[in-house]
């Protein structure tokens, strides 16, 4: 099976740099840190994903560390491509056609008396 | 042969002819999928009533002698991360299982003033997080060419559902090579649009400023056609480009050509697999035979591209899949004792270990602390891409590389490892990065499996992409 | 023990009054009574939609930024702000962060007798979120309020007492109703408030970690609490314990005092980066001019020049909030020439207008009336009584046109005698005469009230009172 590559990929094993720059990520990428992040994005983890994950995120970070090389000082970051500038809508009240907001929520989960319900936040 | 396997435009004649019903056309289609999708399992959900109450209303107007237009009662099958109100769109993700769309997206509704009609909704990678249809939390979608292979992803399922004749062509998205990489992998035409181009309005958003719709066909012609119903700028995307769009049909047609010189970029043919590199040259000599110049050029910042796409996408992910909390739409887990209990819950049954991956990974390159080095630096690292190909486009029209460093690869291969995934993106992500117009042009096969090309021009310049594709095709079929 | 100073830092929000919301044009009405009455994908967090930038919003928080004398951003942007909260649909704001519409700016205001100086840190545009509603065993949300357009301002920490944040806070007020961009009512939640306090000795430069208050829903909670809170202070720094690290309370009104806020809300990391789905805005000079020429005068700026013409502070600041009771002080003011004109009409302003306001809510007299009443004052053809009775008693124009138009055929067909009148009042009240020769002072004013009701208000309470006692003297 083809799996040549011609972009340089650093991930492991030859480069002893790049060895030490994943072993350092790991070290960075600990199991708390990943708890931390994954309480972040609000997600759960059991413990034996957790350091499955660790290990993951420690690989594509590791991968990403490459960009260090780079020299940006010239560089102003891209926010997007396209280049406009000032796109604005005219302050109109449309309302949303009776139907389709009926549809809209429709979706809801658990929609009671016109409200969208969730357990109690003090 | 199926009729679904016949272009818009012969369709178009056949159906004012008579030569047959639009009905029939549906249900060829709806045969194919019965025939081949419990095992290809391109498609998530099939609409066959209402595309034949569709189907039958075209044959009504057509019985009365009215005129139809050039896409009516044509039948194409939709990403599921495309909104059609009405039906489902499950993104390929549990966390919309329930999920009815409530609205159409833009792209949905202008193909459906035209009378085109949607069969159903296609599988892919959850929110299109993947190359291979492989994350999908529905099951794979296999290659009509070769059912132990993977048909490609992320808009894996629309791809093989063209190339099997399911439908005539279909919507895909495509954030670093979702519909590229999948239509190299089946054998069909892939337009990923300039961004801005076509409206990202109701489709489920991946990363915000990469995202876009396209269409995937069986033929340069095909894809002419279906872009020039969807481009255009839409008031509900603020980021759709303003300004009159080109005739793509009749530009295709134009006897001189708009563009001329091609550029090869060495950083992607050094260490190229040998085969692959001899059906890239092989096309290339078509296009000198045709006219074309072929010249060497450097984009000197490729082997950073996947770099700085991964750490881009995936922190604009991380963002835009902080909606789906399970509070106002798509699965809620039961009896949650707690906010904090449903966020959680809900998140960890609906996203599978790619999605919690990316989102994960995300949070962490704009967390406070790691913001500099990960996210911003890799915006800055798309500038300099960016400029790359700017300062290639003023020696050359267009680029060729290959669209993936291999065919379609084994069911099962590559989805443990994630970073070897990541890299089969290579080829890809570049023109993502830059939000250039690319076009996979299937140009050979290599152990039975078909191989494509990518042709890229600058910003908005699809025409210049068209017209070298079917160049190719139709040099290609003499 | 060192003599301490209050330190207090603002940050204002404000529902800005446009017709649609800020990112969708679904309907601005935050108190519809209907909940999710004026929802659409958008504002729900639907999957597929995506933000579109209201110009309205845009250009009023650009009239802000000019009236506070801000530095106007020649590029803004907008961020993505992210926590998860059931009432923030998308799971992150759309706010800015660090290229806002306004940076610094300063606001001048009175206080009692003096003019204070605030400067502003910045202003910027963002959305609001939905309205949550606590049951007993869950919380109900109402998507109508999402996405409202909300304006933040944060002040520099300049302000001295709770007091002066009251005031910047009314002053804040007028300012966005006069630009006509909200009508900033804290109890309706279209004008909100955080208040941060910290004490240091005086004389000292440097700041310390500051005490933050939420749940202000009145000027009176926000002074309340800042006193509250700076007595608290108080008595740490007595103890030689004040607050080593910045901290999030929450006032109770009920219980009149604050609490502390759980530590894992305060402490978030909002992971801002640049909102990919809204162009950035660019803004000329030219088009910044364009937009400012809109502003209709504002009360601040003509408070400012009527000070410059000598009026009194205290005098015009009781007369300031009203809108319309200001303005209609203002059409008049403007065409009076002397000093003593304007010291009349801001006397009747002061009284019996703001009385007739409040209870009527409308100026029941015309510009010539009022300006001719305070010509008569001045020449002296009329008492300053008698004026502002006319005016206490007009229900509609004409009214006091009437009473003038009386009194004068009164005073030209009568030419009454003071002091024969006052002759013949004691004359006929000789009891109360001796009552009052016998030492019952308050008898006095009886019969300055007989003399006023007799001579029907011709003449002004001080005449009358020193002819009274001129006439007493002769009988005595």
Partial sequence: ?122 | MSLSFLSIEELHTGLKARTFTCRELITDCLECIKEKDGEIHAFLSVYPEQALKLADAVDKKIQASEKIGLLEGIPFSVKDVILVEDMRATGGSKMLEPFIAPYDATVIKRLKEVGAIVIGKTNCDAYGFGSSTENSDFGVTKNPHDLSKVAGGSSGGSAASVAAGMCVFSLGEDTGGSIRQPSAFCGIYGLKVSYGRVSRYGSIAYASSFDSIGPMARSTRDVAIVLSVIAGKDSMDHTSIPGLVPDYIAELKATELKSKRIGIPKEYFSGLDATMTKIINNALDTFKKEGYEIVEISLPHTKYAIAAYYLLVTSEASSNLARLDGVRFGYQAPDPTSIEDLYKRSRSHGFGPEVKRRVMLGSFALSSGYIDAYYKRAQKVRTLIREDFRKAFETVDLIITPTSPFPAFTIGEKVNDPMTMYLADVFTVGFSLAGLPTINVPCGTMEHLPVGMQITAPYLDETSVLQAASVFEQAHHK | MEELETVIGLEIHVELKTASKMFCACKNDPMCSEPNRNVCPTCMGMVGTLPLLNKRAFEQTVLLAHAMKSTIARHTKWDRKSYFYPDLPKGYQISQYDLPIGLGGELIFPLNDSLRSVRMNRVHLEEDAAKSLHDTDRTLIDFNRSSVPLMEMVTEPDLRSSEEAKALLKAIRRLVKDLGISDADMEKGQMRCDASVSLRRVGEDKLYPRVEIKNLNSFRSVENALEYQREKLRVEWLAGTYPTMASTVLWDDDRASTFPMRSKETAADYRYFPEPDIPVVELSEEAIGLLVKEIPPLRKDVFAKMLEDGMEMTKLVSILDTAELFWSFESHYRRLDSKLKRDTLLNFYMAEVSLLVKSTATIPFSTEEILLLVEKVEDKAMPISTAKRFLSSCVKQGDVARSITEFETLSRTTKMNLKDIVDNVLSDDSPLVDQYIAGEEKVFQALVGRVMRETKGMFGGEEVVAVIRERLETIN
Avoid at chain 1, 69 to 87: H, M, R
């Fill in chain 1, 1 to 122: 099976m083809v799996e040549r590559c011609p972009v340089k990929a650093d991930v492991a094993g030859s480069n002893p740099a790049a060895r030490a720059k994943l072993k350092s990520n790991c070290m960075l990428i600990d199991k708390d840190l990943v708890k931390k992040v994954a309480d972040l994005s609000k997600v759960t983890l059991e413990d034996s994903e957790v350091e499955h994950f660790a290990k993951e995120m420690a690989e594509v970070l590791s991968y990403a560390d490459q960009l260090s090389e780079v020299d940006v000082t010239d560089a102003a970051p891209t926010d997007q491509v396209t280049g406009l500038l000032s796109v604005f809508r005219e302050d109109l009240a449309i309302d949303y056609p009776a139907d389709k907001r009926a549809k809209l929520l429709n979706t809801v989960p658990k929609f009671e008396n016109g409200y969208v319900v969730v357990p109690k936040v003090i």
